[in-house]
């Protein structure tokens, strides 16, 4: 399990595998200097929509020992899904 973190009172779970994807894909958007929009299950049943953009800085920790393979199928369905108008929605079965 990884973790994203958007701010200081915000962070996100996001598995390890998922959050190595999710980073190549924030890396192509943003060096396009492109936000997207991303959502994310929480706690309890609810979700979380944050705007990510060029100026916002964000940290990525991976709590694994290996860096997970990358699924260039699973990056170009993500990278579409960001440049959609509902952008990038995360789930643990992606």
Request: no cysteine.
């Amino acid at each position: 399990m990884g973790r994203l973190i958007y701010t200081q009172d915000s962070s996100y779970d996001i598995d390890d595998r998922i959050l190595a994807h999710l980073r190549v894909v924030m890396m192509n958007k943003l060096r396009r200097r492109e936000g997207f929009m991303l959502q994310m299950p929480t706690t309890g049943g609810g979700r979380s929509s944050i705007w990510i953009s060029p100026t916002r800085a964000l940290l990525m920790q991976f709590y694994g020992g290996r860096a997970p393979q990358l699924d260039r199928e699973l990056i170009d369905k993500m990278m579409h899904d960001a440049s959609s108008a509902d952008g990038l929605t995360l789930s643990n079965r992606l």
